[in-house]
């Protein structure tokens, strides 16, 4: 049932992207941000899951599988293809980060649902990853920790017959006022959000092909900044300029480099950050008045590494459902 909005409380009006006016007396459906993903799961077999404590690849290691119920939660992604999907990246190589869960987990479904054969990687998800490499075909997924460089080489082993398609989508949020910000937090979140893509990006061009594509997730926070949100804007600003620079500088070999801003989209992230009355209100301003899901993200980003983007670069879509127009 439709239910109204009167008085947000408190935290609401001093958080952002919460942060974003919201008009009182809203009559909103909540509906939509209530949805759940259905109830199935498939998980590793315990005792498999036990004796294998290593960080190797998970695609060099088998796994015995069971599906049972699971409360809902964001592990129960549904293991389908989209419904959606042609087999426009056919015979296509795609490297995505953060893919395991979120929105990085719906960009690889999708770019495997249009043919791409799909590297990606985990950080602490490996349960989900194996998931995903198991009930998608053509998947591989590979651990790495954003905040430390050295994992980059291994994210890099399956690439060795190069690539097309590289998505850098994991990141972290950070809610500090500047008055709390260490130094410590300052290189993490900086390092995560922006040193790490950047290095992904210098290593991945020599092996990207002609018509190779760049898509670089960015946030709608770069130009809806709120209170708190200084290092998380800051590392995705910085990360649309690295967009921009790198478009201009691998366009003469025929690569496309965009990045895409999501607006409210219903990701363990998401909901971390905003309780269910925020997200209510943050439907009740967004032109098509809902929160994004993952899918719709991972449909832009399709269409960027997708052969209809080919005149688009050095650009930035905002996937937003209309939060701000
Ligand atoms: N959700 C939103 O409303 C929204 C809005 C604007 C922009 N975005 C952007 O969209 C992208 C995806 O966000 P999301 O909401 O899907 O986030 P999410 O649900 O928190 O998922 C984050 C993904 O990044 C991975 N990750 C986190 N820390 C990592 C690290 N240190 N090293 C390597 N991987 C790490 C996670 O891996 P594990 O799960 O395996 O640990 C996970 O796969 C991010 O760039 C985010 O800034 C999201």
């Known amino acids: 049932m439709p239910q109204s909005i009167r008085t947000a409380p408190q935290s609401i009006r001093t958080t952002p992207p919460s942060t974003l006016a919201v008009p009182q007396s809203i009559r ?21 899951a036990r004796s294998d404590q290593s960080s190797a690849p998970l695609s060099i290691r088998a796994a015995a599988w069971s599906i049972r119920g699971a409360p809902q939660s964001f592990k129960t992604r549904r293991c389908a293809a989209p419904s959606v999907g042609g087999m426009t990246l056919r015979g296509k190589t795609a490297l995505v980060t953060g893919g395991s869960r979120g929105i990085g987990r719906a960009i690889v479904e999708r770019l495997a649902a249009d043919g791409a054969r799909v590297v990606f990687t985990y950080h602490t998800g490996k349960d989900a990853a194996a998931e995903i490499m198991s009930c998608v075909p053509g998947t591989v997924a590979v651990q790495a920790d954003q905040a430390d460089l050295e994992t980059l080489d291994a994210m890099f082993e399956p690439l060795d017959d190069g690539l097309d398609i590289l998505v850098n989508n994991a990141a972290v949020s950070s809610q500090i006022p500047i008055a709390d910000i260490t130094e410590a937090e300052f290189d993490r979140v900086l390092t995560i959000n922006t040193k790490f893509p950047l290095m992904v990006i210098r290593r991945a061009a020599p092996l990207l092909r002609s018509g190779g594509r ?112």
């Open 214 to 325: 760049i898509i670089n997730v960015s946030t709608l926070n770069t130009v809806v900044p709120g209170p708190g949100l200084a290092l998380y804007c800051a590392s995705k600003a910085a990360l649309e300029q690295v967009t921009a620079v790198a478009a201009r500088e691998l366009g003469p070999r025929g690569i496309t480099v965009n990045s895409v801003s999501p607006g409210a989209t219903d990701t363990p992230m998401f909901r971390a950050a905003n309780p269910p009355a925020v997200a209510a209100q943050m439907a009740a301003i967004t032109a098509l008045q809902r929160v994004g899901t993952p899918d719709d993200v991972a449909s832009v980003v399709a269409f960027l590494a997708g052969p209809d983007s080919g005149w688009l670069t050095g650009g930035n879509l905002r996937a937003t459902g209309g939060l701000i127009v």
């Open 28 to 48: 909103v459906s909540q509906q939509s941000i209530r949805e759940r993903r259905n109830q199935s799961e498939l998980r590793p077999n315990r005792s498999e």
